[in-house]
Nanobody, 121 residues
């Protein structure tokens, strides 16, 4: 019954800020048990964990992306968001939001369907 759905622009220019929203149904994002994470999969590569947010609003980010990443929550609308600044073509990937019990994506209970983001001039 838990469903996650990503939304946001699918095409960006280099230097722009990626902004995605994950809308959650069937469970509150203020649930204490779970990390709400963003992950991505570049073409031909594996899944990369980007970062997470928990019910308190505290965040944790991958060291490689920390300087460019902001994850926020909107509890009133049961949503959480990803902002990734200064994008380049290497940020092109299928982006997922997830619910899980592992802080860095070790255990995922639910995935969104994924949304393609392409960075191109």
């Amino acid at each position: 019954q838990v469903q996650l759905q990503e939304s946001g622009p699918g095409l960006l220019k280099p230097s722009q800020t990626l902004s995605l929203t994950c809308t959650v149904r069937g469970i509150s994002i203020t649930n204490k048990e779970y990390f709400w994470s963003w992950m991505r999969q570049p073409p031909g590569k594996g899944i990369e964990w980007i970062g997470n947010i928990i019910y308190t609003g505290a965040t944790d980010y991958s060291p490689s992306l920390k300087s460019r990443t902001v994850i926020s929550k909107d509890a009133d609308n049961n949503r959480f968001t990803l902002q990734l600044s200064s994008v380049t073509p290497e940020d092109t990937a299928l982006y997922y939001c997830t619910r899980g019990t592992g802080r860095a994506g070790e255990m995922v209970n639910d995935w969104g369907q994924g949304t393609q983001v392409t960075v191109s001039s």
